[in-house]
Every structure is written in C-alpha cells, then in structure tokens.
C-alpha cells in the first residue's frame, strides 16, 4: 500500500470517520470494475464488512487496483487475521529488515495478489483454481504458491494414473481441477493436523514415506477411489474472481 493511501487512513482513524458511506467518491469507479451498481456494492460491503476500518481497507485496496467482492475480501480477510478484526496498528510499517519497512495492511496486500494470480495463472493455462482453493494454498506455500501449481502440471500423467482407469481419458485440465481441489481439501488439511509440512511437489505426497500417515487419513478407502471423488463445494466457485 502506498504512502498516500496508507496517511489517508491514518487521518480517518484520528477522526473516528471509518465506516464507508454511500457517497463515497469511490464507490462509482470500484463498482464498474465489478459490474454492478453503486448502491449494490454498498450493500454489499455494509452486509460482508463488519468493522468500518476494514471496510476502509477494502476500498483503498480496490481503488488501488485489487478489485475483490466485498464476499471475497471478507473470505481473505478471514483467512489472514482469523476471527480478531485489524486494528488501527495494521497501518503502522515497522522495519522488518534494513530499510525496509511493511505493515500488516502491506501483507494483506501482498496475500490478495499471490491469490489473484493463482486464479489468472490457471485461467491461462486453461484449467480452473477455485477462489478458496487459491487462499489455502497461497496461505500455505506463500512465494512457493505456483511452483506448486507448475508442480501439478508437470506430473499431470502421474496424477491421471492415480485417479484411477477412469480418469486417464479425461482432459489435462480436469485432472489439474481434481489434484488442486485435492491438494487444497485434504492433503493440506490433513498435514497440518498431524504436524506435517505440505509436500512442495504435489507427488511428493504420494511417493514420500513421510507422508504415509497422511495418505491414510486422506484416502482410506484407497487412494483411486478417494482421489477421483474429491469434488468442490466451493460457495463461490460459480462467481466472477474480479
């Protein structure tokens, strides 16, 4: 976040003036970026946006140029900061190496983008990684996160075999769909619960001895079967990423 934006919510936050209002100059430019009203993004950010300082956030953010649904943000914002609201200290930079100097608010930033191009990285590449899927594996792998993504495409025929017989004459996309919906829903899960680091090439999982535990609970009743039925619920799957 810049300089500019940053001193803007210093001022609101000294003035107790944080809650977005309906003529907020904003509103019109950020909206159309989003294909919808003015008043409807306002709703929306009133309905999803609690705390008036992130719904400050959220629009210096988008007015920025990281343009999310007020849904969406509030999906990421969950996944950052869990269940405590950002405080006005989140604006504060402090130094993390010499000279060089980040605030919570500059993470959030940087979060947002890794998952926004997770999203336009599958696009391109003519496959499909669902919004939630993005934030668990950005969240998880952080700069790694689509090395992991290459990692899936480069082992797309290992990862056919897995599935089992009647996967091998589906497309590469719909395989990639099926392994990072996988990768996203059980192996990263199931990792962190038993205490293990997520396997930075997704065969790792299944070839590494150290993730035998894991295999288990992820597939138990056999690795084809329980792969090639993993499937996304994603509540936002069917909605723009914009």
Same mark, same amino acid.
């Given at each position: 976040?810049?300089?500019?934006?940053?001193?803007?919510?210093?001022?609101?936050?000294?003035?107790?003036?944080?809650?977005?209002?309906?003529?907020?100059?904003?509103?019109?430019?950020?909206?159309?970026?989003?294909?919808?009203?003015?008043?409807?993004?306002?709703?929306?950010?009133?309905?999803?946006?609690?705390?008036?300082?992130?719904?400050?956030?959220?629009?210096?953010?988008?007015?920025? &140029?990281?343009?999310?649904?007020?849904?969406?943000?509030?999906?990421?914002?969950?996944?950052?900061?869990?269940?405590?609201?950002?405080?006005?200290?989140?604006?504060?930079?402090?130094?993390?190496?010499?000279?060089?100097?980040?605030?919570?608010?500059?993470?959030?930033?940087?979060?947002?983008?890794?998952?926004?191009?997770?999203?336009?990285?599958?696009?391109?590449?003519?496959?499909?990684?669902?919004?939630?899927?993005?934030?668990?594996?950005?969240?998880?792998?952080?700069?790694?996160?689509?090395?992991?993504?290459?990692?899936?495409?480069?082992?797309?025929?290992?990862?056919?075999?897995?599935?089992?017989?009647?996967?091998?004459?589906?497309?590469?996309?719909?395989?990639?769909?099926?392994?990072?919906?996988?990768?996203?829903?059980?192996?990263?899960?199931?990792?962190?619960?038993?205490?293990?680091?997520?396997?930075?090439?997704?065969?790792?999982?299944?070839?590494?001895? &150290?993730?035998?535990?894991?295999?288990?609970?992820?597939?138990?009743?056999?690795?084809?079967?329980?792969?090639?039925?993993?499937?996304?619920?994603?509540?936002?799957?069917?909605?723009?990423?914009?």
């Amino acid at each position: 976040m810049d300089n500019e934006i940053a001193g803007a919510l210093q001022v609101l936050g000294t003035e107790n003036a944080l809650a977005v209002r309906e003529t907020d100059p904003r509103l019109p430019q950020i909206a159309s970026q989003l294909r919808m009203g003015p008043e409807a993004l306002y709703r929306q950010i009133q309905r999803w946006i609690e705390s008036p300082l992130e719904q400050q956030i959220y629009m210096a953010l988008a007015h920025g &140029g990281n343009v999310l649904r007020p849904a969406k943000f509030a999906e990421v914002l969950a996944a950052y900061r869990g269940s405590s609201p950002l405080t006005i200290e989140a604006l504060q930079r402090k130094e993390v190496a010499k000279d060089i100097y980040c605030s919570e608010v500059d993470d959030l930033e940087r979060f947002i983008e890794t998952i926004q191009g997770l999203v336009e990285a599958a696009s391109f590449a003519e496959f499909k990684c669902t919004f939630r899927s993005a934030i668990v594996i950005a969240q998880t792998y952080g700069e790694n996160a689509e090395k992991v993504l290459d990692s899936i495409q480069g082992q797309v025929q290992k990862i056919a075999a897995l599935m089992g017989e009647s996967m091998r004459t589906r497309s590469d996309a719909r395989i990639m769909n099926q392994a990072i919906n996988f990768l996203a829903r059980k192996i990263i899960p199931t990792c962190q619960s038993l205490g293990l680091p997520a396997p930075l090439s997704f065969m790792e999982f299944f070839e590494g001895g &150290g993730y035998a535990a894991a295999r288990r609970r992820c597939v138990p009743n056999g690795w084809k079967v329980g792969f090639a039925t993993t499937r996304s619920n994603d509540r936002y799957d069917e909605e723009s990423n914009a």
